[in-house]
């Protein structure tokens, strides 16, 4: 599997902090002050990345009352025409610069998911530090294409693609010599249940596409972030609004800033308890391991006398001989007297004198 990618000198990657994003999406509600606003409130809730959408009503669709064009799927939005849906939900083009420069001043990482070719060609001139490609998009491989050749990475979401639209996206990508691919678990209903997020496909996307891979999460809460973070996921897109009281295509299902703190905060102590993969003990955890088992004198004994279940035994703490030497010891003499609460050695035993354990103890 890929090891790290960077953005914008961000390390991403196994063993680096999750990217949290902040998906503004048309919940700025056409007001570019509200837009700002929750730039700043993504920076003090911990998100690390503000993630906006680049398109026009014309750009994604065209303005027609057709059957094809009507959204009736059941979705919040069932009712109205793409064409219409979009007109209120896009971020108008001219306010991208500014916002762009917002989320650098707050320190916040800023990319957009564009819809058509000549979106691509205004983020470029942006100087956008990578792309998101939306579920929707994801068959869109003239689009993929030419994302992929600006070289820089490419997040992708799967909502609602088969395996072999996955598979030709990351495959459209590798031959534009773009490898700098993450793909991002989707559930394509908004809301999405926990039921159908599937978080396993995770690590199962990572194995078989050989890349990175996280979380665009559509549920209510904060426990499918927590779940990805432990599954792996390098990157997590949660949608923030300032209020969902106050209405909009998309606020049903996004996030307030205190929510989406809480998340930041729960994903980061997931990465904390997560640690590396290894079997060695903390400093704790030795002096800890003085409270296991090993083999103690538990009642008195003489010189000459036998060991004997009833007079040494396997007990807390750890001070004496390992435990596995129990069976070896029983029936041999003791060469001194013994108190009881003393920790065994080799050399109290008749026949096992000069021997030492791995932890030097004779």
């Known amino acids: 599997m890929r090891k790290e990618i960077e953005i914008a000198g961000r390390k991403i990657g196994p063993g680096q902090p999750a990217l949290l994003v902040a998906e503004m999406s048309a919940n700025h509600n056409m007001d570019y002050n509200r837009a700002l606003e929750i730039i700043h409130q993504a920076k003090e809730a911990g998100a690390d990345a503000i993630k906006i959408q680049t398109y026009t009503a014309d750009t994604i669709t065209i303005d027609s009352d057709k059957p094809y064009f009507q959204i009736t799927q059941g979705t919040l939005w069932d009712g109205t025409t793409l064409h219409k849906l979009y007109e209120k939900a896009y971020t108008p083009w001219e306010w991208q610069a500014g916002l762009k420069e917002e989320a650098g001043k707050a320190g916040l990482l800023f990319f957009s998911a564009p819809f058509d070719h000549t979106a691509v060609d205004f983020l470029e001139e942006l100087g956008v530090c990578c792309y998101k490609v939306a579920s929707f998009e994801l068959n869109d491989i003239p689009l993929i294409r030419k994302i992929a050749k600006t070289g820089k990475p490419v997040l992708m979401a799967t909502g609602v693609a088969y395996e072999k639209d996955i598979e030709l996206a990351v495959q459209t990508c590798a031959e534009e010599g773009n490898d700098q691919v993450i793909l991002l678990k989707c559930t394509s209903a908004y809301p999405a249940p926990l039921s159908a997020v599937n978080l396993k496909m995770i690590p199962a996307m990572a194995k078989a596409y050989d890349c990175l891979t996280g979380l665009s999460d559509h ?8 779940g990805a973070a432990a599954l792996g996921a390098c990157v997590i897109e949660k949608h923030l609004t300032l209020s969902r009281k106050d209405g909009g295509a998309d606020a049903a299902f996004s996030m307030e800033p205190a929510e989406f703190r809480q998340m930041c905060e729960g994903v980061r102590m997931v990465e904390q308890a997560l640690g590396r993969e290894t079997f060695e003990l903390s400093e704790k955890q030795i002096r800890e391991r003085e409270h296991s088992r090993s083999l103690f004198v538990t009642k008195d ?12 035994r396997s007990i807390r703490p750890g001070f004496g001989l390992h435990t596995k030497y129990f069976e070896e010891i029983l029936g041999k003499r003791a060469t001194r007297d013994l108190e009881k609460g003393t920790p065994m050695r080799f050399s109290y035993v008749e026949g096992m004198e000069g021997r030492k354990d791995e932890r030097g103890l004779d």
């Open 301 to 312: 004994i003489r010189a000459g006398e036998y060991f004997v279940p009833e007079n040494m």
């Open 219 to 226: 549920t209510m809460g904060y426990q499918a972030a927590l």
